[in-house]
């Protein structure tokens, strides 16, 4: 069972550059999220989808685009990246609201 | 405002030794909330989820507190070890939104 999974693992991109982060999960949940997370800081809430078919931003989405291309997938794009996307981007999935959520590994992504 | 502010930032004690994390919160209206483990370079781990009417809840030699009226959770960690060295991170759900309130979280650091 490998939960949730996250590739590339590691990217470095020049500004301007453009990028789709992948993420799966084979829990069958409902609802998938993508986080960002930098240094000294909390993980802040970039998109999520509650279901396949809908996505809905979250605190930080400017810059950033998803899809959930299916219940297992939900990608995200930087369609033309800039040194302030600089960190570690984490996808999760949970099945509902009182349940318990998985993150994946995490993408480490250096924009230069 | 909605807030999560964890403490102490840092901690370190000896392997061997309990110790306790604290968690204030504003969010409301409230859902549940969560506490996760986060070791270094990885993606975070759920230890526990607790709604309004729990109190307690363990996980092994972990277990979090919750006083819904005071907004106050606490994490205890008993006979601490080596790999509990980690960030500790403490979560508020909003109800009836897809939406979580993160704390910076508190770095542990069990010394030999």
């Known amino acids: 069972n490998a939960g949730v999974t996250q590739t590339p693992k590691f990217q470095v991109l020049k500004t301007g550059q453009s990028m789709t982060l992948q993420c799966a999960q084979d829990?069958?949940?409902?609802?998938m999220y993508w986080y960002r997370q930098d240094p000294g800081m909390g993980l802040r809430l970039i998109y999520y989808?509650?279901?396949?078919?809908?996505?809905d931003k979250g605190e930080v989405p400017n810059g950033y685009n998803v899809s959930r291309l299916n219940k297992r997938e939900f990608s995200l794009r930087l369609e033309s990246a800039a040194p302030s996307q600089t960190s570690v981007y984490f996808c999760?999935?949970?099945?509902?609201?009182?349940?318990?959520?998985?993150f994946g590994q995490g993408t480490r992504l250096t924009v230069v | 405002k909605n807030q999560v502010e964890q403490s102490p930032q840092s901690l370190i004690i000896l392997e061997g030794k309990n110790c306790t994390l604290q968690?204030?919160?504003?969010?409301?209206?409230?859902?549940?909330l969560r506490w996760y483990k986060q070791d270094t370079g990885r993606g975070p781990v759920s230890l526990t989820i607790m709604t309004f009417s729990e109190n307690t809840k363990s996980n092994g030699r972990y277990t979090a507190t919750l006083d819904a009226d005071t907004k106050q959770s606490s994490l205890h960690i008993t006979a601490s070890q080596l790999s509990d060295s980690a960030s500790y991170i403490c979560?508020?759900?909003?109800?009836?939104?897809?939406?979580?309130?993160f704390g910076s979280g508190t770095k542990l650091n069990v010394k030999p």
């Open positions: 999760a999935s949970e099945a509902g609201s009182n349940t318990e959520a998985f």
């Open positions: 979560v508020v759900r909003v109800y009836n939104f897809n939406k979580f309130y």
């Open positions: 829990m069958n949940h409902n609802s």
């Open positions: 989808s509650a279901s396949e078919g809908t996505t």
């Open positions: 968690c204030n919160y504003t969010v409301s209206p409230f859902s549940n």
